[in-house]
């Protein structure tokens, strides 16, 4: 008997420990210290952050490494997010993402470049077939960059699952990463859920900062918080690696109530398809308010985020008993620093003024349509988190658009999904009509943001991704085109590269086509610097006498202009 459970103990050990991640599996993607500017799980905007973020040293052009053995799967490059990106799929069923590259290996560069020219487009998403690009652990890649999205010179690193294309935590695979600092509370905060639910009286959350002594986390003040009825809780919370000040993210969240578990979060791994769930799982009117985040404890019934590990009715509190509780917070980071925070809450209840209800209910789960005056919104189910009273109110028009002002409930309000919003357009000249969009307004500052829509049967009809206040604008103005190194009829002041800043008032930059000598060249983009580069290819380009330059910038509302010029190098 005892053999048998030997030979059976033996067989499962073994089916675990093959089905167990290697976590030295991988080396590190550069040869320098790393030092981390973003984690795993990180708040961003609308979304979490999807790997780590390794200094550079405050430069470009660092060799980036192949972290396994593999194959070349994909070629981003991309005027926004991760710029140049490369992605590797190794044997072991994980795919290592390497973001914001300066440039790639030389054959990498020109396989990419041949089929940039042949779409003519600078902005590609390549699936490179099997076998095109094998690696060995160690091998040079790439450069390290500043490109897409990055505000500064950084490797934007990853792990995914190969099949579920999930990003998986790094730090958890055994990385030179030094770690010792636990991670900081820096408030609590106390929600009351329901019409009868208070905190100290009031129907609004508290927040209340914290203080550190003993070796823990405590309210300032060491109160007992009077609370009664459906409570939530909330903390702001940030940790800290070695070596660097860069705000991180935190690993796992704990919350005891009188000693019993009812809510953890952890970030082992995420969903692409969650990420903006994050606007759901932060207090998203304090941090619109505020511009820090609170990490809700408790979750809305249209947050479908994966990563709850333990949840007890939402992690929502039920504290109508008159007695006095514990609540506790566990804190730790993925190095296992860990910070607690404890305090106590009375519950009491007290008489309170209702809150009054104004404006329409909307559904989170049901399909619902707001429709006022000459403004009408379609909002699917899972466009919000949870049921709410939204408010519209109509403004007049003023000289500045074409329409009156719609405030539909306000920019605070998470919006999970698009919805459809339309204004009718009777203000609208048949001669704008095809110039004519959707702005979101700053009443506070006279800002406008374009939200596109084009006109439709006397509305105007676009898909928003956030309620605030809305009105129809136009754009007549073509972009700009400011040359940087060449002028008609001169020699290029720069020998290399023909270079230009772009950019466009409103509607935004929707195209751009650069030609010499009736054909097209590759402009690199640089969107956050409004800069596009055309570096001289000798393999495509031979220069003589002189040639005929031709940049043809459209905007989104179809507004172009053309610059045209002849040059000698």
């Not at 009077?226 to 939530?232: A, L, R, S, T, W």
């Not at 000459?374 to 403004?395: C, N, R, W």
Request: a neutral charge.
């Amino acid at each position: 008997m005892k053999i048998r459970f030997l030979i059976f103990f033996v067989l499962i050990s073994s089916i675990i420990l093959a089905q167990a991640p290697d976590r030295n599996y991988f080396r590190p993607p550069v040869d320098i210290p790393l030092i981390l500017s973003g984690n795993f799980g990180e708040l961003r905007s609308n979304h979490f952050h999807s790997g780590i973020d390794i200094k550079t040293q405050g430069k470009t052009g660092l060799p980036i490494y192949a972290a396994a053995d593999g194959e070349i799967s994909r070629i981003r490059i991309s005027p926004y997010g991760f710029g140049l990106a490369l992605y590797l799929d190794h044997p072991n069923g994980q795919t290592t993402v390497y973001g914001h590259l300066l440039s790639f290996r030389d054959d990498i560069q020109e396989y990419a470049k041949k089929i940039q020219y042949e779409r003519q487009s600078f902005d590609v998403d390549l699936a490179v077939p099997e076998g095109t690009f094998s690696v060995n652990k160690g091998d040079q890649i790439a450069l390290s960059g500043n490109t897409g999205g990055s505000g500064g010179p950084h490797l934007h690193f990853e792990i995914r699952d190969t099949d579920s294309q999930h990003p998986l935590n790094p730090l958890l695979f055994n990385f030179p990463i030094k770690d010792e600092i636990k991670p900081k509370i820096l408030s609590a905060a106390i929600y009351p859920l329901t019409d009868d639910s208070h905190v100290y009286g009031k129907t609004q959350k508290t927040l209340i900062e914290t203080v550190f002594y003993g070796g823990a986390y405590h309210l300032k003040g060491n109160p007992t918080v009077p609370v009664y009825g459906n409570i939530g809780f909330g903390l702001q919370t940030i940790d800290y690696l070695d070596g660097s000040w860069s705000k991180c993210g935190i690993y796992e969240i704990k919350l005891k109530v009188d000693n019993k578990a009812i809510y953890s979060f952890q970030m082992n791994e995420l969903s692409f398809d969650e990420t903006r769930y994050l606007n759901s799982y932060i207090d998203y009117d304090y941090y619109r308010t505020n511009y820090r985040r609170l990490q809700k404890s408790w979750v809305e019934p249209g947050n479908k985020l994966s990563n709850y590990r333990e949840l007890i009715n939402g992690g929502i509190v039920d504290l109508s008993d008159g007695e006095v509780h514990d609540i506790d917070y566990e804190i730790t980071d993925t190095y296992g620093n860990k910070s607690t925070l404890s305090f106590r809450v009375q519950s009491k209840q007290m008489n309170l003024v209702p809150k009054e209800k104004n404006g329409q209910l909307i559904s989170y789960k049901e399909k619902t349509t707001l429709e006022k005056e000459q403004l009408k919104a379609v909002f699917e189910p899972g466009t919000f988190y949870s049921d709410f009273y939204m408010d519209l109110e109509t403004k007049p028009a003023n000289n500045l658009y074409y329409s009156k002002l719609y405030q539909v409930q306000d920019d605070h309000h998470p919006v999970h999904q698009h919805y459809s919003l339309k204004i009718k357009a009777d203000g609208v000249p048949p001669e704008l009509q095809d110039k004519a969009l959707i702005a979101a307004v700053s009443e506070k500052s006279g800002r406008k943001w374009p939200m596109g829509g084009n006109y439709e049967n006397g509305w105007i009809t676009a898909r928003v991704r956030q309620l605030g206040t809305f009105a129809i604008s136009v754009d007549t103005v073509a972009p700009t085109i400011k040359p940087l190194s060449i002028y008609n009829n001169s020699r290029l002041t720069e020998p290399n590269r023909i270079r230009f800043k772009i950019s466009d008032d409103f509607s935004g930059i929707a195209s751009y086509n650069g030609q010499i000598d009736g054909d097209w060249v590759l402009f690199e983009y640089d969107a956050k610097n409004a800069l596009i580069t055309y570096y001289f290819d000798k393999k495509r380009f031979q220069f003589d006498q002189k040639h005929e330059l031709k940049l043809r910038v459209k905007d989104d509302k179809g507004n172009t202009t053309e610059y045209l010029a002849t040059f000698y190098k």
